[in-house]
Each structure stands twice: as structure tokens, then as C-alpha cells.
């Protein structure tokens, strides 16, 4: 979401949100309370690298060399995760974390630069500002040196983007797809408004990816001042996680984006070469989670599974919190077994309504156990989490119903004490700006922020 949010996209968002009311009933989320138990052991995780499925032999011999340090028994919980997502590791990966917006554009651009065939981008914003333009500018003039660019945008996530902006952009050559539009006579399916393209991805080529929770907007310009040591500038940019891929799970999150663009309807792009053969990069294990609508939920049930094994630390970095009652019970159940559980939510917001709805469930948290911080200065957009230090994730799913229901999502699950103590660091970088709410400052609100919490708590389902 963008910060400088128009009457108008508001507006709108509000006609989707009341007409999805209208033709739909809720939807649930599956009953995984108790999913470590449930799940039948596997006896070791599937490994995938560049050359295909590893025998077992090879891939305990992988997973040994990687773990044999480790204070969890990471295998197990891969092996769970692969059970209840069925998608496999894949190896051979290099994963680099990108800190908000300019590192994360820096990277992005330095890639389109250097393409050779193809750039897909697939965008919940992709906003008319000055760095949109620069995007879009730069994007044309990448298909009109021949590299074919392929982009999905989510037609409400850019209600408040002129369509002047996209056909400037068609004209030049590049193929678009506005995602599920919210005007029915331009659909090629069902209306279903509330069902949206969150996903942020960019694949280049098919042998370098990027994803995370980065828009196409400005409000990405400026640094967050996440690891700087002074304060003196004068514009703050959002605090967002991104990470990019070489490696094998390229292919992975190409997939992805296909899958999508076929499933729309949308005119056939077999003239690219979107699978060259891929060598290893690196030595990162990584699991490629995507959901969607009447999906099987794999985000949410690894989500649930890491913090029921979790043993020692629960540290999340949340955007728009507003979790259903098995996430809060598997965070509480984490704090009994010993767990430290801490979450790092927004201080400055921008939307005041999520905002209010996160909010409505500190009492519950507080005294549960769970330890709450606010993130100042920044607007908070990032979605990671980190458990244990060996299980993290980055990616576009909020831990709300919304994200787990009803956007198409991605995210990535890394796995090992490398890049997890790097995500540990992070997220203790963001703890030194940020401000604990402790039960009896909690106390101390005013009554009318209360009141905002029950009002939007009310609409808790459709944020």
C-alpha cells in the first residue's frame, strides 16, 4: 500500500470490499492447530538442485554437511514442512537479503540492465511517480532494445495509477495484464474483487530472481535508515525486506509467475526462453511457497509448523498483523514451551484502519506473553520472520486473513544458521528503533483508541 493512498483508491477498495460482502460468504482457514502432530514423518526431506531430485543418499550427505552444527534438528522440520506443502528444497541457491527500497531498486535495475531475452515483473503497485516513470521508462526501453517484458499488475493495487500509464507502456511493445479487474465487463472469468495479486516478483532471464515485499513506488526512494547511523535525513523511506535469488529456485519462482499469467487467460508467451539450464550459485536450501484462492494454504500451514517446532526463538517482523485465532494460539503455545516470542509491528502507519485492528488483539498477546515492539521513524512494510535463527522467510504474506485467504502470495523459506543469523541481525537492527509496549503502558490508551480498536476489529475479516 502506498502511503499517499487517493480518495479515490480508498473509495474503491471500499466498493470491493462491499461487493465481495454481497456475493460471498466467508471463507475459513484449514483446522491446523495441531499440525506437528498430524503430519506423517517423512523419513528425510526431498532435495532438488540444478540436476534434478537427489538420491536419498546424497541429499542426507547435503543435509548433514549444512546442519551437523545446527541446535535444531533442522531436517525434521524440513521434512514436516515438505509434508504439509509438498513442495521440496531445492539446493544450490545464492540468496542475498536487500534492505529497503534503494538496495532493493539498486539490484533490481542492475538486472533488467544486463537482460538478454526476458523480464517478467509481476507487482501488487506499480505507481505513476518518480520512480514508476523511471521503472516504466526504463522497462521500454528494454523492449525496444528486444528484451520481450511481460508484467502482471493488480488492477487495485493500481486503481489510483492512470491507464495512460500502462498503455504508454503497451504501446511500446510490452505485454500487460491488469489481475482480475474490478470492472466486471473486462473480466474473462468470475467477478471476484476481493480476491487480489499481492505477489512481488522479477525474473530476469529465468537465471536471476527477486522477491519480497518491495512495490513499484516511490515511497521506496528513500532509505529507512535501517543500519545508518545518523538520523539527519530529511525524507524517511518504508522499512521493507526483499532478497534475491541465483540458483535453481529460479525456475521455481518463473513457475509461479506463468502459472498465474496462463491462468488469466492472457496470450501465450512461449517466445521466450524462460528455462535455460541453471548451475548452482551458491549453498543456500530454500523452499518456493506460493498461494493463492482456494489454494492448499502452504504458506500459512509452514508458517503454523515453524512456530509449533520452534524452540528457543519466534521473531517476526509484520506489516498488517491482524492473525486468526490458530496463529495466536500457536504464538502463546510457543511462550508456555519457553520460547522468547517477540513481533515487531508498526509505530507509523499507513492505514489507520489496519493499524487499529492490529492493536485490538495487545491485550490478548501482552498477556500471553508475547513481547510487542513498534517500529518508529519508518512506515513498516516488511513480512519476514526468523525462528530458532536456522528457519526464515521472506515475502509478500502479512500474517492476516487476508493475505492467507484471499491474495495471491509468495514466499521464500531459507533454511540454515548462515542466512538465518543474518535475518537475526536484522531483526535486532530494527529492535534499536523501535519501542516495547508493555502491558501497563497498554493500559494507559485513551478511551477513544479503543473504541478504533473495536470498530475495526469488526472488519478484521476483509483487511
Known amino acids: 500500500m502506498s502511503h499517499n493512498i487517493s480518495l479515490k483508491r480508498i473509495i474503491s477498495i471500499c466498493l470491493v470490499i462491499g461487493a465481495s460482502v454481497s456475493i460471498s460468504a466467508c471463507a475459513s482457514l484449514p483446522e491446523v492447530g495441531s499440525l506437528n502432530s498430524e503430519l506423517s514423518q517423512p523419513a528425510h526431506p526431498t532435495v532438488t538442485n540444478a540436476k534434478g531430485t537427489l538420491s536419498e543418499k546424497k541429499s542426507r550427505s547435503l543435509l548433514s554437511a549444512r546442519w551437523k552444527n545446527s541446535h535444531v534438528d533442522i531436517a ?73 517484458v511481460n508484467i502482471i499488475y493488480d488492477s487495485v493495487g493500481t486503481i489510483g495509477t492512470p491507464q495512460a500509464f500502462f498503455t504508454k507502456m503497451r504501446d511500446a511493445g510490452i505485454r500487460l495484464l491488469a489481475f482480475n479487474p474490478v470492472n466486471p465487463l473486462k473480466l474473462k472469468g468470475p467477478w471476484e474483487p476481493n480476491n487480489r495479486d499481492h505477489r512481488k516478483i522479477l525474473v530476469v532471464d529465468g537465471i536471476v530472481a527477486f522477491t519480497g515485499g518491495v512495490n513499484i513506488s516511490s515511497t521506496y526512494a528513500n532509505s529507512s535508515l535501517f543500519r545508518s547511523k545518523t538520523r539527519r535525513e530529511t525524507k524517511v523511506g518504508w522499512r521493507d525486506t526483499h ?34 539450464p541453471l548451475k548452482d550459485a551458491g549453498d543456500k536450501l530454500v523452499r518456493v511457497l506460493a498461494s493463492e484462492p482456494d489454494g492448499d494454504h502452504d504458506i500459512y500451514k509452514a508458517y503454523i ?120 541481525n536484522a531483526f535486532m537492527e530494527d529492535l534499536r528503533y523501535s519501542v516495547e509496549m508493555t502491558i501497563d503502558k497498554w493500559k494507559q490508551r485513551p478511551l477513544s483508541n479503543k473504541f478504533k480498536e473495536w470498530l475495526a476489529r469488526r472488519f478484521e475479516y476483509w483487511l
Request: with cysteine.
Open 76 to 148: 525434521t522440520i524440513a521434512a514436516m514442512e515438505e509434508a504439509a506443502t509438498g513442495k521440496p528444497l531445492i539446493a544450490g541457491n545464492k540468496v542475498t537479503l536487500l534492505y529497503d527500497g534503494p538496495q532493493t531498486m539498486e539490484a533490481m535495475i542492475a538486472a533488467i540492465n544486463a537482460a538478454k531475452d526476458h523480464i517478467n515483473l509481476e507487482t501488487y503497485i506499480f505507481d505513476q511517480d518518480e520512480l514508476g516513470i523511471r521503472f516504466a521508462d526504463m522497462l521500454i526501453a528494454r523492449q525496444r532494445a528486444g528484451i520481450q
Open 243 to 276: 532478497i534475491k535469488i541465483e540458483g535453481p529456485a529460479v525456475a521455481a519462482l518463473q513457475w509461479i509467475f506463468l502459472d498465474t499469467w496462463m491462468g488469466e487467460k492472457s496470450p501465450d508467451l512461449s517466445d521466450s526462453n524462460f528455462f535455460p
Open 305 to 424: 509448523l515453524a512456530i509449533q517446532e520452534a524452540k528457543k526463538t519466534v521473531h517476526i517482523t509484520c506489516a498488517y498483523f491482524v492473525p486468526d485465532q490458530q496463529i495466536l494460539q500457536a504464538l502463546s503455545d510457543a511462550v508456555r514451551r519457553g520460547v522468547d516470542v517477540k513481533i515487531i509491528l508498526p509505530g507509523v502507519t499507513d492505514s489507520g484502519l489496519v493499524f487499529h485492528a492490529t492493536q485490538s488483539f495487545y491485550t490478548e498477546m501482552l498477556n500471553n506473553g508475547i513481547r510487542i515492539y513498534q517500529l518508529q521513524i519508518a512506515v513498516l512494510h516488511a513480512k519476514t520472520a526468523v525462528i530458532d535463527q536456522v528457519w526464515a522467510t521472506v515475502g509478500s504474506t502479512n500474517i492476516d486473513t487476508r493475505s492467507f485467504l484471499h491474495n495471491n502470495e509468495i514466499n521464500v523459506v531459507v533454511f540454515g544458521g548462515e542466512f538465518g543469523t543474518a535475518m537475526e
